[in-house]
Nanobody
């Protein structure tokens, strides 16, 4: 079992920055990849970014490339999502997630993740 707790999101002006964090407990954190997803009202949950268990490999949705950075601190059992240059299309509930399979490359599909945080709201004002 894995428990995930995200930091509070917030309201940011367009062009601004926000960092989300997600603290994990339960399964040994350094053995599994982590992902971030988001879901806007009326839309399906979509992949944002993922990071390998070691932190060496990162993966991004096209919408996040160049603006968002995923990172992790295995000593603190925490994964981060640094979001810069936020746009009006970025508002959503953001979720961190841990995949079903330990040690595997992080999947992009939500179905590949068994454990989810509670979600945190990110709002961008124009």
């Amino acid at each position: 079992q894995v428990q995930l707790v995200e930091s509070r999101g917030g309201l940011v002006q367009a062009g601004g920055s926000l960092r989300l964090s997600c603290a994990a407990s339960g399964r040994t954190f350094s053995t599994y990849a982590m992902g971030w997803f988001r879901q806007a009202p009326g839309k399906e949950r979509e992949f944002v970014a993922a990071i390998s268990w070691s932190g060496i490999s990162t993966y991004y949705a096209d919408s996040a490339k160049g603006r968002f950075t995923i990172s992790r601190d295995n000593a603190k059992n925490t994964v981060y999502l640094q979001m810069n240059s936020l746009k009006p299309e970025d508002p959503a509930v953001y979720y961190c997630a841990a995949p079903t399979v330990v040690g595997a490359l992080p999947p992009r599909a939500p179905t590949g993740y068994a454990y989810w945080g509670q979600g945190t709201q990110v709002t961008v004002s124009s």
